[in-house]
């Protein structure tokens, strides 16, 4: 009678071991795994407020380059503006705050507006920022500027341009030295330059702060309609980080 071949067979403890060994290397596999999908997710969020803030820093440097001194209307009378067609109140150039966390940021005349895809250009331009710090929305608004008793003014509403908005900062400089708020008609001028700084926060992102500086092109032209003594040229060497 044969007997059958003496066969080695794993051991209990031998199988818990593998089992072990197996268990360690997927454990590992998941860690590595999992971290790369969460860097993965936090790049791409970063990544998705890296182009929000160039969107909106795009938008506002082309907006205030083309800030403008309006002329008088045909009669001689102060270009007026209103959003519902009526004669509103006297339209100052340039009005800004410096760091804000809700409420009114910005509000300046432009030639730079938003074409609208059922109406012509815009030609000249009242654009408003506001932070709305329930939402951290930072909203837009845009009216077209009009002589007084001509053509109504339109004006579009309150429009995000940005969201997840913790902080709007500006700083506005007269050619010599940096200050936290303009108001045109005080100064009887325009800013040389004025420069932005939003700071943006996701979900799963820390906050981040974007920033950029816009020199206002029409600046000393500005100066000679409104009636001050010189179009004095903004300095050169002023730095822009000098708060």
Known sequence: MRTAPNVRRFTLVETLLALGIIALVLGL?????????QSVSRCGDRAG?????RAL????????????????SSDGGTIRTGPTGTVGELQPLLV??????????LHFVTTGGMARQDGPLPGLSVV????D????????????????GDVPARDVGWLPVARDVESVALAYSDGEKWRDDWDSED??????????????RGEDTP??????SVWLPCQAQARVRLGTEEAAEPRADAPLSEQ
């Open 29 to 37: 596999a998941y860690g590595t795994y999992a971290a790369a999908t």
């Open 49 to 53: 407020l890296d182009m929000e803030a």
């Open 57 to 72: 820093m795009d938008r506002m440097e082309r907006e205030m380059r083309c800030v403008c001194v309006p002329l008088s």
């Open 96 to 105: 800004g705050r410096g760091a804000t966390t809700d409420g009114e940021v």
């Open 128 to 131: 408003r920022y506001r932070l």
């Open 133 to 148: 710090r329930a939402s951290r929305t930072l909203l837009r608004s845009q009216g077209t500027l009009v002589d007084a």
């Open 187 to 200: 100064a009887g001028a325009l800013p040389a330059a004025v420069h932005v700084e939003v700071t943006l």
């Open 207 to 212: 906050a981040t702060t974007f920033a950029t």
